[in-house]
C-alpha cells in the first residue's frame, strides 16, 4: 500500500554519504542498509545533505581532522581548527557546512538527524584524533555539534534502532 506524508510528518536530516551518495573525501560511499530506512524515505521523511559538499568543497578531498584532542564545539567557539592531511586550514568551510545544515534543517522541519560516524562534519559518537593515525576520539564532528546546540536530537548510523523506536512511538 502507498504510503503519503501526513502534515505533522517529523522529518530526519540525513548523511548523503549513508544513503550511497559517493561524496566522501576518498570519493566513496558508506551506504546503509536498514528497513527503517527505506520505510522513512516511503515516508517522506528524509533530508539528504552532504555538508562538506554543500560548502563546496569537492569529491575527492583530502582528509580533514579536528586538532588534535579539540571536537567539534571548539571549532564553533573559535578554538579548534579543521585541517586537512597536507595541512590546509578548512575551518571555515566546515563552519558554513555545518550552518547549512542547521538551516536546511529548520527549512525542512526536522526534528532529528542520522548522521555517519566518524566524520570531522557528522561524527556524533567518535571523531578521529587530529593525528591522521586513525585513532579516535570520543566527540563531535562540527556539524552534528552545531545541530545538537540547536535543539536537533543526532544519532549515529549506529543508533539507527533507537531513533525507528522514537519515531515509531511518536
Ligand atoms: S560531510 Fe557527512 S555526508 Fe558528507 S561525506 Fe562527510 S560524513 Fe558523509
Not at 49 to 78: F, H, N
Not at 79 to 91: F, I, N, P, W
Not at 122 to 136: A, E, N, P, Q
Request: hydrophobic content about 40%; proline content about 6%; overall charge neutral.
Amino acid at each position: 500500500m502507498e504510503r503519503y506524508p501526513k502534515p505533522m510528518t517529523v522529518k530526519i536530516l540525513v548523511s548523503a554519504c549513508l544513503m550511497g551518495h559517493a561524496v566522501r573525501y576518498d570519493g566513496q560511499a558508506k551506504p546503509l542498509v536498514h528497513p527503517a530506512l527505506d520505510r522513512w524515505r516511503e515516508e517522506g521523511r528524509l533530508v539528504t545533505i552532504c555538508p562538506e559538499m554543500s560548502a563546496g568543497m569537492p569529491v575527492p578531498r583530502l582528509p580533514a581532522e579536528i586538532e588534535p584532542g579539540k571536537t567539534g564545539a571548539g571549532v564553533l567557539s573559535g578554538a579548534a581548527r579543521v585541517l586537512e592531511s597536507k595541512g590546509g586550514d578548512v575551518t571555515e568551510e566546515f563552519r558554513k557546512a555545518a550552518e547549512n545544515a542547521l538551516a536546511l534543517a529548520r527549512e525542512t522541519g526536522c526534528a532529528y538527524a542520522l548522521l555517519i560516524d566518524g566524520s570531522p562534519s557528522c561524527g556524533s559518537g567518535f571523531i578521529y584524533d587530529g593525528s591522521f593515525t586513525g585513532s579516535r576520539l570520543q566527540g563531535e564532528g562540527v556539524t552534528a555539534a552545531l545541530l545538537r546546540a540547536k535543539g536537533i536530537r543526532v544519532f549515529s548510523d549506529k543508533e539507527i534502532e533507537t531513533l525507528a523506536a522514537l519515531i515509531d512511538a511518536a
